[in-house]
């Protein structure tokens, strides 16, 4: 395991589970992981209970779009010599940045000066938007210290175990599947984004306090998700979590302890106002919940994704192109807010490569999903891309069971 190019980390997080899909998206620019493991293989007649929802046969005519699209990507990175990691003037970049908002948070934030309690949470922010999602990906660097150093140095925001499962294991390979994908099952049984879900009778008003669910995502998602998925050994009552030993929960517990140490022991140690120490707290868990639903929420979250989820089509790279949404391709500004998930069709191809090398790729896409027919669904402006998302909410408020009851009444 040592000996693993990637690390020891994305191989501790596929033991005990079906890894095929993880292992084909982060290999999708070489065939030498392919032969290696060649000589591991398992006979067939071994694998009864093994059912994949996805044909990896990439000489099967129904993967022509997927083994097109390696090739292609394959030759793009090798004739402009692109280093798939983040480049070392921006990596250099973002170490800066976090040091400056070390010292805000120490000069500033927590002196209680009230311009910072919005600043220095965005500061924050950007410095972990445009790390710690890359180094989740493994493709932050190729050094395994500095992936993990900027996997585990933003407790606050989710443990990695937890995120891990939700995203890396879960959501980027099921991607918005029903029963199969965490992030269709947030904010369940108050709020819904699938129809499938059992329609509740307050859902009718989830247009009004969807904001609120925004506000409060980080926090849920740094407790309430961590909480039941230690305690039960399944996330979201649909992914089996990893079972720690002693040692390993441990360091889970003191991880959760230095993140609410962070945003809540420090401020009502220094304020001797408990609403100016209540601020501080609820304020920076509401501007990160803010912008992690502002720049996720619309990157699946449209009728057409989430209606394509309902169908996977067999190749996963097609599902992939269907279930997700790009927007606001050359803004600098939605960029720098979400370090490159604006481009989410291409991050989902290849999440193993860095976010700043996804706008070369994206012409590629474009022109096979053109030649294939495959939907490519794309917005030139937040605005569109929001309003798409919040007409999902919307539908999701409506009692579709009643309204299907209605039609066979007629029919």
Known sequence: MARHPGGIRPLMMSRGRDSTELFESYHSLSDSPRNILKKFAVPSKNLKNYVSMFNWDMDAPENAFQKELRQLVREHVSKNKIDTMCPTHLLVANLVWTALTIYCTYKYYWAGEWWSMLVVPTMWWISFVHT????????????????????????????????????????????????????????????????????????????????????????????????????????????????FGNIGMGLHLFGRAVSFFFTFGIPFTLFDSFGKALMWTVSFYSVWGFFFMLITQVNHITEDCVEAGAEPNECWAIHQVQTSHDYAHHSNFWWLLSAGLNLQIEHHLFPGINNNHLIGISPIVQSLCKKYGVKYNYSPTYLEAITKYLRVVQIGATDNSKKANDSKKTA
Do not use: C
């Open 132 to 243: 710690f999602h890359d180094a989740s990906h493994f493709a932050l660097s190729k050094n395994e210290f500095i992936t993990a150093l900027f996997v585990y140095i933003y407790p606050f925001f989710s443990s990695p175990t937890t995120w891990e499962h939700q995203h890396v294991i879960g959501h980027h390979v099921y991607t918005n599947i029903f029963k199969k994908d965490p992030d269709l099952n947030h904010g369940i049984p108050y709020f819904r984004l699938h129809t499938r879900f059992r329609y509740r009778v307050w859902m009718q008003f989830q247009m009004l306090w969807v904001w609120v669910i925004w506000f409060i995502s980080t926090f849920w998602l740094s407790t309430v998700y961590d909480w039941t998925g230690v305690t039960t050994g399944v996330y979201h009552g649909i992914l089996p979590y990893k079972k």
